[in-house]
């Protein structure tokens, strides 16, 4: 056996006795930060309980309690049209806004750094941001965006498109800059035009980029949390004929959050069964959204 051949021994061997020492710590935060608390999470949702070590097996009752929520119902189709809506808008602005970046534009670098700030302010501080600048926009009809449902509503999408926008375009930035160059000008030379171009060349080739942004921009709009608490809070509400009350601008993640903590240590298994249901439509849209994009992408 060579020395060359030695060594790479030597070294395989020792990288096999030594990996657990870096991957152990990491594995075991993985373990102990979200595997466990997933599986609890799931056992809890089949229990009523006030605390843990409380807890009693009820069978499927709390599932049955939470998908007749009117309020729970309600959150669904808003954070639904929110989701949809967000993501439509975000994708074709960041995706314009990273084509005119990419034409060699003086101080595209500059744009590109204002574009992804927004990205970087955490979502609480943006929401009472944008709190008060609604608010104050909206003071000279004597209203307030908490007090309007419609305002509510495209308040979050636009707070959602200035902060996700900077983020998207970079991705799509990334996109295009791989675009091959000798289909551009295969494209140029046979005579098609700029939109042509566009739609039957870059597009056809920015599909791994879309396929990404539209999953972040679909998952993140059903995830909205912060935003909705510091934005809105879900309000205003209305009274229902029963006595109860729906937040009309309360996203998923808000009413999961309301009904754990709010709503009485009674029902916290009945949360815990929303967080398991959301989990599941989430990850099941993500997933069919996934495999409908990846299935136009263009094999270079």
């Not at 009693?56 to 929520?69: E, I, R, S, V």
């Not at 302010?121 to 709190?131: A, M, N, P, Q």
């Not at 900077?166 to 675009?179: C, E, R, S, T, W």
Request: with cysteine.
């Amino acid at each position: 056996m060579s020395k060359k051949a030695s060594t790479r021994n030597t070294i395989k061997t020792a990288t096999r006795r030594w990996s657990w020492l870096f991957l152990g710590p990491v594995v075991a935060a993985f373990i102990i930060g979200f595997v466990w608390p997933f599986f609890q999470g799931i056992y809890l949702s089949f229990c009523r309980f006030k605390l843990i070590s409380d807890a009693q097996l009820t069978g499927l009752d709390n599932y049955g309690q939470a998908l007749a929520d009117i309020s729970f119902q309600h959150s669904f189709w808003y954070t639904a049209l929110t989701a949809v809506v967000s993501l439509v808008l975000i994708n074709v602005l960041a995706f314009m806004v990273a084509y005119v970046l990419t034409q060699n534009i003086k101080g595209s670098n500059l744009f590109r750094t204002v574009f992804f700030m927004p990205n970087l302010i955490g979502g609480i501080v943006l929401g009472y941001i944008w709190s008060m600048i609604f608010d104050g926009i909206l003071a000279a009809y004597n209203t307030s965006i908490l007090l309007n449902t419609t305002y509510g509503f495209w308040g979050l999408i636009i707070l959602m498109c200035w902060q996700q926008v900077g983020y998207m375009m970079i991705i799509y930035i990334a996109g295009l800059q791989a675009v091959p160059e000798d289909m551009l000008e295969a494209a140029k030379i046979d005579g098609a035009t700029k939109w042509q171009t566009l739609f039957k060349v870059t597009i056809p080739n920015v599909m791994p980029s879309i396929t990404i942004c539209m999953f972040l921009s679909l998952t993140n709009g059903f995830k909205l949390f912060d935003q909705n608490l510091a934005l809105t809070g879900g309000l205003p509400y209305i009274i229902q004929p029963d006595g109860s009350t729906v937040n009309t601008t309360e996203m998923l993640a808000l009413n999961i959050y309301n009904t754990f903590y709010t709503a009485g240590a009674g029902v916290r298994g009945v949360a815990q069964a929303k967080a398991v249901i959301f989990f599941i439509l989430v990850a099941g849209l993500g997933l069919a959204q996934l495999a409908y994009t990846r299935r136009r992408e263009v094999q270079q």
